[in-house]
């Protein structure tokens, strides 16, 4: 949009003084965020409504991207920058004598998401806007969201994380689209009067759905979207009936991100959660079509729901329901219908972690859900044992040993399954979902994850984002393939000391924000070393904690002076009911206080553990890495987006041949990355034989034994219960994640970025090469991947001159 600064001055102090009754210069932060927020909003508001009229009046195909979670992380300065009024808003609050930056430190971030999956969720709508498609999202307001983390004695802690105590500026009250969502009692069948039946509903309690929206800006105002949050509330005829217990019933559905599962209520809770959010979403997406005036049997034609994992897969039991009961529709024609709207993602390799719910929680809470699943199983079964027998049709049924299976539900109801990554695509067919491949072949198609180059590169490193667009042109912002340009730079020596002072930027503004945060002088000198995931087992914390350890003892203990320094920092949040990863939390942060405050090792050794590891967190931390470590065991990981966000900023990826790294090895080349341990033929044949010993490599690795004696023998102090767990899931529990076995291969590698790093040239060569090799990891290409594979849909427009992802040939 055309704005002047002039312009903006005039329209802020305006804001300011309607909203605040008052100047500028007497407000605080907050109203100043407030008032900074809500007129952005403003600048974006009419492009929001023009978009809207645009999808209904040439009725567009619209995509609706179901997800339990999104993380989008802050929104003032993405807006800003996708308005392309940044630069205005900057010079402006320059004027005014206000700071931009304190002012950003003040915008709370949405805490209704926790990891990979619901980054990657605000990635694509982004990337869906940037493209100029209709990608909307659809989800749960959550009022306190996951948890905020902090450590207390190197414990974590969970705090709420009330992130919407004060007004939030991006979203807009919609009670005009609330809907009524009806869960419990009981359900039973009766005539309609014309030879149909019809569902009776009785004792139900009856929740309110009301949407909060906020618009999702396109890049350079390609189109704007809306992300749909759902609360839960009292209906107003239930206003004054209900008991205190139903009334807490409602409240508690968006009250928290990821309910303790642990307990019966947990789960039941967050069923809940789960049917709220679908039936909520699936009713607006039917008003949505509505509008268009057109014959039921053309949803597929104008309407594509993708389901980011199992926990939306109720979208197909309820899409069928309206359809059957509400549009009096066959039972036939409604189930083409909904096969051929619905597509499924799935996040999860391991087929024993795919989601299940017991069938007396699931027919209580939602009975009118479990008579059409029941039904859409019968007839699944009716229908392919004639053609696959016995074994393999009762292997893919929905219900069955008194579990409902929602990947089975999802693969069955939907006319597309994706993994995510090439591996994660092949283990699913070869493996996981191996019966389902062999009678659904067509349905199976694979769609790498993506980050949007934006938010992770743009925005959280200008420095670099200037240096690569004075090398090679402005091209590569709105066609990320033209990153690859800038390998023509690899032997520019210039270029290369360019991008070490850039890096080296990053380094010390992630050092100020350490010191301020944790009163710890970091050594910017040293390699920065970056382990930032959700903290769980088979990611392999614990293995770092081992490499750490040994290079503790190393120095320490034998007395070695020639070690390359290293920063080791780690993000993670443990689940709050996941005793092991809170271990293993504990036991970094003692080693981290131990080492941090030796005056022996903390010049060639230190350890920062970010605490509330969260977007804005990243945006500091993805810059300054050197090292991107992505060392899950080889074929647990379904993909891995981190490893595309570091390797895009400049960091050289240590990792296994497990997820997206498979993809991230094979366009960077073998000699620019350090891969090491197992693949997954080996893991798969070790896991078959059966034959792992843990205690042999502990028994005959001298270096491996005293690291995991330090576990116990008191080295780490403060861990006695901790250290002793870790211990024991090494050598008494059979090691599941195959650490042992893998960390002479680590160490060494590791050992061999060492000696890389006394050559910057060579290093910063190969930190050149990932950066120019990450634009096919843009969730830009994967988007548009989805919306010629998979949605068919188009842009709302032609695509722009500098916009060139193309949605007709494969990218």
Known sequence: MELTTKQFVKDFKERYFNKYSNEYTTGTDEQLYYALGTLIRSYASKGWKNMRDNYIDNRRKQVYYFSIEFLPGKFLLKNAYNL?????????????????????????????????????????????????????????????????????????VELPDN???????????????????????????????IGGLEPVYEDTL?????????????????????????????????????????????????????????????????????????????????????????????????????????????????LMRILLDEEKLSWERAWEITVNTVAYTNHTILSEAMETWEIGMFKELLPRMYQIIEEINRRHVQEQLPLYGRSLTYATQIIKDGQIHMAHLAIIGSHSTNGVASLHTEILKDDSLKQFYEMF????????????????????NPGLTELITKKIGNEWKTNPSELKIFKGQETNKQTLKELEKVKLANKKRLAKYVKEQQ????????????????????????????????????????????????????????????????????????????INHDDEVNDKLQIVFIENYNVSKAEYIIPAAEISEQISLAGKEASGTGNMKMMLNGAITVGTMDGANVEIHDYVGEDNIYIFGMDREEVRDMNWSGGYNPREFYETNPRLQRAINALVDGTIPNVTHE?????????????????????????????????????????????????????PFSSDFAVARYATDIWNARPVHKAKKDQVVSFDQPI
């Open 84 to 156: 392309g009024i940044l630069e205005t808003v900057k010079e402006g609050l320059k004027e005014l004598d206000l700071d931009l930056d304190r002012i950003v430190e003040i915008e709370p971030e949405p805490a209704i998401g926790n990891g990979g999956l619901g980054r990657l969720a605000s990635c694509y709508l982004d990337s869906g806007a940037a493209l100029g498609l209709p990608v909307h999202g659809n989800g749960i307001r959550y009022k306190y969201g996951l948890f905020k983390q902090k450590f207390v004695d190197g414990h974590q």
């Open 163 to 193: 992130w919407l105590k004060d007004p939030y500026p991006w979203e807009i009250r919609n009670n005009v689209s609330a809907v009524t969502v009806r869960m419990g009692g009981n359900v039973w069948m009766r005539e309609d009067g």
């Open 519 to 594: 009163g710890l002088e970091i050594n910017t000198d040293a390699i920065f070393d970056v382990m930032i995931k959700r903290l769980h087992a088979y990611k392999r914390q614990q293995l770092q904690l081992l490499h750490i350890i040994d290079r503790y003892l190393r120095i320490k203990v034998d007395g070695e002076t020639d070690i390359q320094p290293r920063v080791f920092i780690f993000g993670a949040k443990a689940a709050p009911g996941y005793r092991f990863a809170k271990q293993v939390i504990k036991v970094i942060n003692e080693l981290a206080n131990l």
């Open 723 to 775: 250290g002793r767990d870790i211990y024991d899931a090494f050598l008494v529990h059979g090691d599941e994640y195959y650490c042992l076995k893998d960390f002479d291969s680590f160490v060494h590698v590791q050992e061999d970025v060492d000696k890389l790093y006394q050559n910057k040239t060579e290093w910063n060569r190969k930190s050149l090469l990932n950066i120019a090799s990450a634009g």
């Open 206 to 318: 009856d929740i309110l759905a009301v949407p909060y929206d906020n618009a999702l800006i396109g890049y350079n105002e390609a189109t704007t979207n809306n992300l749909r949050l759902w609360s839960a509330e009292v209906t107003p005829e239930d206003e004054g009936k209900l008991d205190k217990h139903s009334r807490l019933q409602i409240k508690e559905i968006n009250e928290n991100l990821y309910p303790d599962d642990t307990t019966y209520e947990g789960k039941r809770l967050r069923l809940k959660q789960e049917y709220f959010f679908v039936s909520a979403g699936v009713q607006s997406v039917i008003r949505q079509f509505k509008k268009y005036d057109l014959p039921r049997k053309q949803i597929p034609d104008k309407i594509a729901i993708q389901i980011n994992d199992t926990h939306p897969a109720l979208v197909i039991p309820e």
């Open 441 to 460: 072949p067509h349905r199976f198609n694979n769609k790498t994850n993506g980050i949007t180059q934006r938010r992770f590169l743009h925005l959280c």
